[in-house]
Nanobody
Framework: QKHLVESGGGLVRPGGSLRLSCVAS????????TAWFRQAPGKEREEVLC????????IYKASLQGRFIISRDSVKNTVFLDMSSLIPEDTGIYFC?????????????????WGQGTQVTVSS
């Protein structure tokens, strides 16, 4: 049983926007760091943004600066990824994952819980 469930993916035209959601069950996201990863076709999964338990945010790809925003809603126990000005290179499967502790990490082994992923396709 997955404890993280993503939603919100879909087909969008270049320049469009999407909001992805990652809803948690069985634990409180405020107590952990949560990251969004994406896996483009034929490429390795990569971490793109993270929010730690205190709400501090990290973005790991310069190309996403100003276009992708991570946030958390404590009441909904949900982490969001707001994506705008989407380009075809943003196409991929987007996964959310939770670390074992409060802090963000660049080590994938620190992420113990993963969602099933949601497909984002940017195409005209």
């Amino acid at each position: 049983q997955k404890h993280l469930v993503e939603s919100g993916g879909g087909l969008v035209r270049p320049g469009g926007s999407l909001r992805l959601s990652c809803v948690a069950s069985e634990f409180t996201l405020d107590d952990f760091a949560t990251a969004w990863f994406r896996q483009a076709p034929g490429k390795e999964r990569e971490e793109v943004l993270c929010i730690n338990s205190r709400g501090l945010k990290f973005i790991y790809k310069a190309s996403l600066q100003g276009r992708f925003i991570i946030s958390r809603d404590s009441v909904k126990n949900t982490v969001f990824l707001d994506m705008s000005s989407l380009i075809p290179e943003d196409t991929g499967i987007y996964f959310c994952a939770k670390t074992r502790g409060e802090y963000c990490s660049r080590d994938v082994s620190d992420f113990l819980d993963w969602g099933q992923g949601t497909q984002v396709t940017v195409s005209s």
